[in-house]
């Protein structure tokens, strides 16, 4: 009984050492063929260049879901279809004008961007004196008296004290956000943020606001943090300073939208399903580049390297270019509601949406065994700098996946640049490096052979 066992255990090792073996084998493939391959450079370029500002709702939009579908039809998928959802369709308008003066007659332009969802002022614009607060929370503090009638600054700079920057980010988020629904419970007549960016450049950078009332809305603004700088001069030069603002934003009725889904069906398992995606809308003032035409891109590149490669998945690879991240995440509650009511069995799935620069990792939103599986796999990653393999979030539009307890992970990026080109005219295509964005694609490749070939359980 002993030589048997001991017959079977040399039997498992063999067993084992050969697949490590051809899974070596496999990661180099892929980031071979990746590292060397301009396909997915040029087809991000092409998004940007064809479909810049794509936000859901637009025309620029409907041209992206066409040229996706397109290109995706032209890969040897086993079927290619577009999954409808309603979005809203919100417009900017023409472009924001604003400028501010001392004295009425001497005006200093400022390059400030709507933020999304807001409302337009009049014709004739707002021209209001200003009041600075460094949060929220300061200004309910204040006396009512002192910001109605006027223009609330909210002047906080991202801390540049963290290494993370998305923590950064996520402590400032609120007051673009919510900003401007709570000054108008002061009177407030609109509201200007100094832009959620790392860097001093005059780029605005727009993102989704929110009205939590309906009695009083607001227009809202980000303001460029050069302007903002010279804006805070200006005030502390003169209290009687006063801002013009004017846009002309219009909130149109909903219409019907649709995610692009690529499936490779299943050699085994046909009915078990991994998703890997990207969202395909950018805001109204950006080629949406690393936010997040790279994630679509690198997420297709997924299969296009599993073709490249020969391989065939065990289990259907879904690959979702989802819309409407930006402003109400309504294709990512379509796919979800869908794989729910249908009873779906998705057994993992990867987002790709923090920029396209150098991948340092994978935060994974699972429990602990299926972290630690993940992280067992790290050595096939780590020769092309893959290293961080840790427990936390995923991506906004495969979240929803998660009340149907499908593990989840996000593709982690170097974050030092990201937000220069968050949200802004900035994020353009000659700002993607293209080994960087191939060493992020061929990373998704690896995890999701992985996750197929071995699962998760």
Same mark, same amino acid.
């Given at each position: ?177 919510? %900003? /401007? ?9 609109? &509201?200007? @943020?100094?832009? !959620?960016?790392? #860097? *001093? ?86 080629? %949406? /580049? ?9 997420? &297709?590149? @997924?299969?296009? !390297?599993?073709? #490249? *490669? ?148």
């Amino acid at each position: 009984m002993k030589h048997f066992i001991l017959v079977f255990s040399l039997i498992l090792s063999v067993f084992a050492s050969k697949a490590q073996n051809n899974d070596s084998i496999m990661s180099k493939k892929l980031f071979d063929d990746a590292l060397n391959s301009n396909i997915a450079y040029r087809q991000l370029f092409e998004l940007c260049s064809i479909a810049p500002g794509r936000l859901a709702g637009t025309p620029e939009s409907e041209i992206a879901i066409d040229y996706m579908f397109e290109l995706m039809k032209a890969m040897p998928f086993d079927t290619v279809y577009k999954q409808p959802c309603m979005v809203r369709k919100w417009i900017r308008g023409t472009e924001e004008e604003a400028w501010f003066t001392s004295d009425g007659n001497h005006k200093t332009k400022i390059n400030i961007d709507a933020l999304g969802g807001s409302v337009s002022t009049s014709e004739k614009g707002i021209l209001a004196p200003v009041i600075v607060f460094s949060s929220i929370e300061d200004m309910q503090k204040a006396n009512p008296a002192s910001i109605k009638g006027k223009i609330v600054y909210f002047n906080r700079p991202m801390s540049q004290n963290y290494y993370m920057t998305f923590r950064a980010y996520g402590e400032n988020a609120s007051m673009r956000v919510y %900003g /401007a629904d709570e000054a108008s419970k002061f009177g407030a007549l609109a &509201v200007i @943020v100094r832009s !959620l960016n790392t #860097a *001093t450049d005059t780029f605005p950078h727009t993102g989704i606001m929110r009205y939590k009332t309906s009695e009083l809305r607001i227009p809202g603004f980000a303001i460029s943090t050069f302007d903002a700088d010279a804006l805070d001069k200006a005030i502390a030069n003169n209290s009687n300073l006063k801002i013009f603002l004017k846009c002309s934003c219009v909130e149109y009725a909903q219409l019907q939208s649709y995610n692009v889904i690529g499936e490779i069906k299943g050699s085994e398992f046909p009915n078990h399903f991994i998703t890997v995606g990207g969202h395909l809308d950018s805001w109204y003032n950006s080629p %949406g /580049a690393h936010d997040d035409g790279g994630g679509c891109i690198q997420s &297709v590149e @997924v299969a296009r !390297l599993f073709f #490249a *490669t020969g391989y065939q998945p065990r289990n259907t690879l879904r690959v979702v270019m989802f819309i409407d991240e930006e402003m109400e995440q309504r294709g990512a509650r379509a796919y979800a509601n869908s794989a729910i009511a249908n009873d779906e069995k998705h057994i993992f799935a990867l987002e790709s949406d923090r920029g396209v620069t150098v991948p340092t990792g994978f935060s994974i939103d699972a429990p602990k065994n299926v972290v630690d599986k993940i992280e067992s796999w790290k050595s096939y990653f780590e020769p092309y700098g893959v290293r961080v393999f840790e427990k936390g979030g995923s991506g906004v539009d495969i979240g929803f996946l998660k009340q149907a307890g499908v593990p989840l992970a996000g593709l982690v990026t170097e974050s030092q640049r990201y937000f220069e080109f968050h949200h802004s005219a900035n994020d353009t295509w000659q700002n993607v490096n293209r080994r960087e964005m191939q060493l992020g694609s061929a990373a998704m490749a690896l995890m999701i052979y992985l996750v197929d070939r071995y699962g998760l359980d």
